[in-house]
């Protein structure tokens, strides 16, 4: 008898076009000799899991800001990921359901409110409604994005990115085949067949790509028992 799979959540919700949008540029020297590897894993933080809640954008951004304080060689810090959650639905106005929400609010309100460490307003996913404590906000000012910038659709700005030492924030359409147990096993998502449905849209963190192999590598947010250890391509 075969035990049922345990789908969890996503959330992506795509961002409309903001002509506001500060956009990034790969620096020039990892354009012109861009390597044929890169992989982030090992300055990244452990894996997180979103569990049964459609906070996949909070969880990428979360990751992003824990890696950046890694690479800043800055005290050690969980962010708050139910806290990016309830404030980027603040933004969305959906602060009373499960929305999911996009990942530019989910960085606006880093931006703005900032975010509190995860001791403080912990993952209790049965709280995702509930609003943090004013020491959380007041805690949370302490740890604001500086800037922020938009990674336009362009392979080699992709990769230039990673060559330089830095992940992005993307998301995608998943389709079933994502949710298979073959992928759960290996961590190999292949490209959707024809026929297959979308069940919806999620955000993770490219951390590598290897060029022979024609992948990007990225974060998930399910747990360090699924993929490569947490990790797919």
Known sequence: MTQPREIRHYGWIPDVPDQRDHLYAAPA??????PALTDLRAKCPPVYDQGQLGSCTANAIGGAVEFDRIKQKLSDFVPSRLFIY???????????????????????????????PEPEWPYDIAKFA??????????????RAVSYQSLIQDLNQMKGCLA???PFIF???VYESFETEAVRKTGHAP????????????????????????WFLARNSWGAAWGIKGYFT
């Open 191 to 214: 490209m959707p067949g024809w026929g297959e449905r979308p069940v919806g849209g999620h955000a993770v963190m490219a951390v590598g790509y290897n060029e022979s192999r024609q």
């Open 86 to 116: 309830y404030n980027e639905r603040v933004i969305e106005g959906t602060v009373s359901i499960d929305s999911g929400a996009m990942i530019r609010d989910g960085i606006k309100s880093v931006a703005s409110d900032g975010v509190c």
């Open 29 to 34: 020297q990892y354009l012109k000799a861009l």
């Open 171 to 173: 998301g995608f359409t």
């Open 164 to 166: 330089s030492g830095y």
């Open 130 to 143: 509930k609003r943090p404590s004013a020491k959380c906000y007041k805690d949370a000012r302490l740890d």
